[in-house]
């Protein structure tokens, strides 16, 4: 099997041992993932939710079904909670116990792609692999989460990482086959059938553009498929004997129907994930647009042996890029697992910086590009004067962060511009090593730098959407232990501050966000009536219950004049910029 050069023979190879370049990772993922983890309140509604979900795992015991406001929570398996539960357990329940398990699994992965890179291509792109990855802004936002997306990516790259080393040994490493398929079954525990379908798709893909699908055949499938069913099936099996109808919605419902048909109203057109690529990769999409057209007339030499790494690279990030593009279901965070392969692309392609005199036609247009990117940036202030983005821009963000949108946009353009020049000035006037490292610490300076100036927006818009100080408000206040309604509006993040369920005055449940209640809200309904609980209830259970019992009720801003028509006197106690919260006055007063 051919081996790879060691990287020693390339100017760009530091001479410094792998701890070094450990150590300085370690140090970049410390400041992006770690630190002030848990200084922002929990987003809503998948931070809040997950969370509480999380919570109610831990405080109740039950290990088999996530619960939420107490009711089933089967739209994603169990693995997560898991983590974040086990979190709390240790830490005990807060925002940053809720972000670390993401934050560890973006460590986990970020080292993973270090390592794989130093297997590919030698010890200055997994160095040049790591620093491109942990300054991804995709990465970085989805580190600092609590949401599945960082846990899958972490699976997902074990997974493509065993199979690469697999192969590299001639399939004479069984152990690394049975930690392949292990995390295959983690993944799909993780957040669904995507998660195995995703690298074994991958590795198809891969092993037909060599023309080499005979390869598969030499996985031990047997032993591969009783791992992966071991991880996986044990979970399922006890889920499904206590809720028979989950199967049907796991496989039917959750994922072939979301895929195909789009019924989770998460649906984009066939190019949705190209601004989240410019965006989410920003600054090394654009050079990799560059380095793609530059290389345009080479793709043939895909198929010789020498090229395997980059052919295994570009068939994982076809697949999930094509993959979710023909889902009808699309989020931007469907892609992450593409960050670490694009990473790997990028160090492979930055090797070209320190070799000759002359820059790469790619790192030049790169740097143009990030200047005009800037000036667009700070010129967009000024689309914020046309009455519909003003109107549009109101309806998503609160007056105190729209009040800081045009000086942040104004400020960013500055500093991207000023990027560019720096980048441009020192791809001109240095070589060799020290073109390497200075023109990738500039742009690996680009997201944080950008992320330092949207920090005070990104406060304050983080106070208004969470339930964070309202919760607070409410425990302040001498209504305290009043039961809470939420009247035809929720807020997922408020049962996990409160550490209690918040009783939902509702038609379908929908505003639970979870479709598993909204397509078994009947029989749940019946099953919470059975069992005396309260979760779910009708305007005129409000009405009956508020004239006799004081009660807090939550209500969206169009919502606050039919409640205050259903109940008489009631008394303001918080009002934000979209909703507010009254009481009741928990005595016989006729309704208006």
């Known amino acids: 099997m051919n081996q790879w050069p060691d990287s020693s023979k390339s100017p760009a190879e530091p001479a410094s041992p792998a701890w070094r370049h450990l150590l300085l990772l370690g140090v970049v993922a410390a400041c992006l993932f770690f630190v002030g983890l848990g200084r922002l309140p929990l987003l809503e509604p998948d931070e809040g939710r997950n969370a509480e979900v999380a919570r109610e795992m831990a405080v109740g015991g039950d290990w088999i079904t996530p619960h939420f406001d107490s009711l089933p ?90 199979f690469w080393l697999v192969e590299e040994s001639r399939f004479t490493r069984p152990w690394l086959e049975l930690v392949l398929f292990a995390s295959s079954g983690l993944a799909a525990i993780t957040k669904g059938p995507v998660g195995f379908l995703l690298p074994f798709l991958s590795i198809l893909a891969y092993e037909a553009i060599r023309g080499r699908m005979h390869d598969l055949k030499k996985l031990r499938w ?52 190209i601004p989240v690529f410019l965006g989410g990769f920003l600054p090394w999409s654009f050079l990799l647009v560059f380095v793609a057209w530059n290389r345009r007339r080479r793709w043939k030499e895909l198929r010789q042996e020498g090229s395997r790494p980059t052919v295994f690279l570009l068939a994982w990030v076809g697949v999930i890029f094509l993959f979710f593009s023909i889902s009808q279901s699309k989020l931007p965070g469907y892609v992450l697992p593409a960050t670490i392969p694009l990473s790997i692309l990028m160090a492979q392609a930055w090797r070209e910086v320190s070799e000759g005199d002359r820059r790469p036609d790619w790192l030049t247009a790169g740097f143009a590009a990030l200047m005009l990117l800037g000036l667009l940036t700070a010129a967009s202030p000024q689309l914020l004067r046309v009455a519909a983005l003003q109107h549009r821009a109101a309806e998503k963000l609160p007056p105190a962060t729209l009040a800081m949108l045009a000086p ?99 038609a379908d449940g929908a505003e639970t966000t979870s479709n598993y209640v909204v397509s078994r809200y009947d029989r749940l309904q019946h099953q919470q009536s059975s069992a005396g609980g309260a979760i779910f209830t009708s305007d005129a259970q409000l009405e009956a219950r508020a004239r006799s019992t004081p009660l807090l009720v939550l209500v969206r801003d169009g919502q606050a004049a039919a409640l205050t028509g259903l109940i008489a006197g009631l008394e303001p106690l918080w009002t934000s910029w979209q909703y507010s919260v009254w009481e009741t006055p928990g005595q016989e007063t006729p309704a208006r």
């Open 73 to 162: 929570y089967l739209d994603k398996p169990a693995l997560y909670f898991w983590l974040v539960a086990g979190s709390f357990r240790m830490f005990g329940a807060s925002e940053w116990a809720a972000r670390m398990p993401s934050a560890l699994a973006a460590l986990a992965t970020l080292l993973l792609a270090w390592f794989l890179a130093r297997r590919m291509s030698g010890r200055a792109a997994s160095l040049g692999a790591g620093i491109v990855l942990a300054a991804s802004p995709l990465f970085v936002i989805f580190a600092r989460q609590v949401i599945f997306d960082m846990t899958l990516a972490f699976f997902v790259t074990l997974a493509m990482t065993c």
């Open 222 to 273: 047997g032993r591969g498929l009783a791992v992966f069913c071991a991880a996986s099936l044990p979970w399922f099996l006890a889920v499904s004997i206590r809720h028979p109808d989950f199967p049907r919605y796991a496989f039917w419902d959750e994922s072939l129907l979301r895929f195909a048909s789009g019924h989770a109203h998460r649906g984009g057109g066939p190019f949705y994930y």
């Open 408 to 506: 942040s946009l104004l400020y960013s353009g500055m500093i991207l511009v000023a990027l560019g020049i720096l980048g441009r000035h020192l791809a001109r006037h240095t070589r060799g090593r020290t073109a390497w490292w200075t023109t990738l610490a500039t742009l690996a300076l680009v997201f944080p730098l950008l992320l330092l100036r949207w920090i005070a927006p990104l406060r304050s818009y983080a106070a208004a959407d969470s339930s964070r100080e309202l919760a607070e408000t409410i425990q302040a206040s001498s209504e305290r232990d009043l039961p809470v309604y939420a009247y035809h509006y929720f807020r997922t993040g408020l049962p996990f501050y409160l550490g209690r369920p918040v009783t939902l005055v509702t």
